[in-house]
């Protein structure tokens, strides 16, 4: 559910009602009559529907770029999920805030003001070309944002449009080399280093080509087991829902070995695979390999880790699951293997490179969801059928090799 900031509160001054918000008294008639009332209910509606609009001291007044920033960082915090949020918050305060922070009105940000933020960010040198762009994009849905709250005229927001992408070769600008796929010998070799859980969300992700928030945001009533056709279905709730024509993942036997000793006992909203069952597994094989008895000082150490496993959160994240990897990589290479780099991201294209091999690309693509928005609205069902079938063959290439699971 979104979040909702809090509504102020119906107030008394003499014999008037009247509300209080960002320093502006609103009068809504005779205190307790129903007109009141009514009043009350419509400025509170207004307030959570465009918040910068009614704190304006008068309708006459433009809103400056300070204003619409902030406004819509409200906006994003409640409906954004956390990583965009962080994005429209690193563009405001980093950039757009510093240029245009003063009373710039938004009347006046013209696409050379675009431009000008857009090269601060290329001097900044933090970010390569591609995301130079997505950024000046995200400028441009703020100012969007702002016209559909009638904070901006909609002329302001068609010309920032005309604005092009940097090309490749803009000066200033860097580019990342392409991701490849990670080696399955690779992931087969970090494996034995990372604990159950850790090791589960990575061969789900090298069989199934999910994303990696498609993994770690996995909730035990997410996956449908009520079909009958011996597949379960995930049903991913996230902002990349509209790629995959908003249709469940398949999952076959494979997968479902893996996650279900995940889901025993849990409830619906709990998450499947969890840092804090990670953390135990860790301490149940530290255990198991003990070789002399438990001193004092050693169950005390016991007891604070478990308060410590007390205040993990329940959900890894894009930064904790990726450490994950990282660490079972570095433990890997202290015992003597030799382990190149890789991250979660790059087993996407790992699934796809070996889907596409064995079954072809247009199976790769089914899989997952690598199609145009209307391709994918004119053969998401075939494409549920193939990713069915993929569901029923495939195997976890894994256990044939006998990897271990060892942390």
């Known amino acids: 559910m979104p979040k909702q900031n809090k509504p102020p509160k119906y107030c008394k001054m003499g014999k008037y009602a009247l509300v209080y918000h960002h320093g502006k008294k609103h009068y809504l008639g005779l205190h307790g009559t129903p007109e009141s009332q009514t009043a009350y209910a419509r400025l509170v509606a207004e307030i959570q529907a465009n918040p910068i609009a009614v704190s304006l001291p008068n309708k006459e007044k433009q809103v400056t770029v300070r204003e619409l920033a902030v406004g819509f960082l409200d906006h994003a915090k409640a409906h954004c999920d956390t990583t965009n949020y962080d994005f429209y918050r690193i563009i405001v305060f980093d950039f757009l805030d510093k240029l245009y922070g003063d ?28 995301t130079i762009n997505r950024h000046t994009f995200r400028i441009i849905s703020i100012f969007a944002w702002g016209v559909e709250n009638d904070l901006v005229p909609e002329k302001i927001w068609r010309t920032l449009k005309v604005v092009k992408s940097l090309k490749k070769g803009y000066p200033g600008t860097f580019d990342h080399p392409e991701r490849e796929a990670v080696p399955f010998k690779v992931v087969l070799a970090t494996l034995p280093f990372m604990p159950p859980t850790v090791a589960a969300m990575v061969q789900l992700q090298y069989m199934t080509g999910m994303r990696p928030s498609e993994v770690f945001n996995m909730r035990v009533g997410d996956i449908d087991q009520s079909r009958g056709n011996g597949l379960w279905y995930y049903s991913p709730k996230h902002k990349t829902e509209q790629h995959i024509g908003k249709k469940p993942i398949p999952l076959g036997h494979a997968e479902q070995r893996l996650i279900e000793p995940y889901l025993i006992g849990k409830k619906p909203n709990a998450a499947v695979f969890s840092p804090r069952t990670a953390m135990k597994e860790r301490a149940a094989e530290a255990r198991t390999k003990r070789k002399t008895k438990l001193t004092p000082s050693q169950r005390e150490r016991d007891t604070m880790n478990a308060e410590k496993r007390s205040r993990v959160g329940e959900f890894y994240d894009r ?42 690309l247009d199976m790769a693509q089914a899989q997952l969801g690598h199609t145009s928005a209307n391709m994918t609205k004119r053969y998401s069902s075939a494409q549920l059928k193939q990713r069915e079938k993929l569901a029923r063959d495939r195997q976890n290439p894994f256990e044939s090799e006998g990897e271990g699971t060892e942390s």
Request: charged share 25%; with cysteine.
């Open 103 to 130: 009373n710039t009105q938004v009347d006046d940000f013209k696409p050379s003001c675009l431009k000008l933020v857009r090269e601060a960010m290329v001097q900044s040198g933090r970010f390569c070309r591609k």
């Open 319 to 360: 930064i904790s699951y990726r450490s994950a990897v990282k660490y079972a990589i570095e433990k890997g290479n202290r015992h003597g293997q030799q382990i190149p780099h890789w991250t979660p991201y790059l087993l996407r294209n790992a699934a796809e490179t070996a889907i596409e091999l064995e079954h072809g």
